[in-house]
């Protein structure tokens, strides 16, 4: 499974940006079979939760610090996890990175340990 992480850029505060994760499965699975996140990695920080999105009919998770703020979504057509994220803040910078795995359970959901694929990572800086 490898994955593509892009979007990220420098932005001002309250501005938007659409981060996109194309995901190319391993073979027998589909892309609709596998559970797909984000993370991000602050300066100095450990590796956090953002926003999760299921399988089926894709329910979705979200980390307190940007719920309201930042949404996921997936397209199965173009194997491709969107996180579109809006009202922008400096403490959102950070290297976002997406995962996937075909058997997260659901209280794995937000456990970085849950994830066996991850992407490259994409660099989001918001200044104030």
């Known amino acids: 499974v490898q994955l593509q992480a892009s979007g990220g850029g420098l932005v001002q505060a309250g501005d938007s940006l659409r981060l996109s994760c194309a995901v190319s499965a391993g073979s027998g699975r589909s892309f609709g079979s596998y559970v797909v996140a984000w993370f991000r990695q602050p300066p100095g920080k450990e590796r956090e939760f953002v926003a999760a999105?299921?399988?089926?009919?894709?329910?979705?998770h979200y980390a307190d610090s940007v719920k309201g703020r930042f949404s996921i979504s997936r397209d199965n057509a173009k194997a491709t996890v969107y996180l579109q994220m809006n009202s922008l803040k400096p403490e959102d910078t950070a290297v976002y990175y997406c995962?996937?795995?075909?058997?997260?359970?659901?209280?794995?959901?937000?456990?970085?340990?849950?994830?066996?694929?991850w992407g490259q990572g994409t660099q989001v800086t918001v200044s104030s």
């Open positions: 995962a996937a795995d075909a058997q997260v359970i659901l209280s794995s959901v937000r456990d970085v340990r849950g994830y066996g694929h």
């Open positions: 999105i299921r399988r089926g009919q894709g329910s979705t």
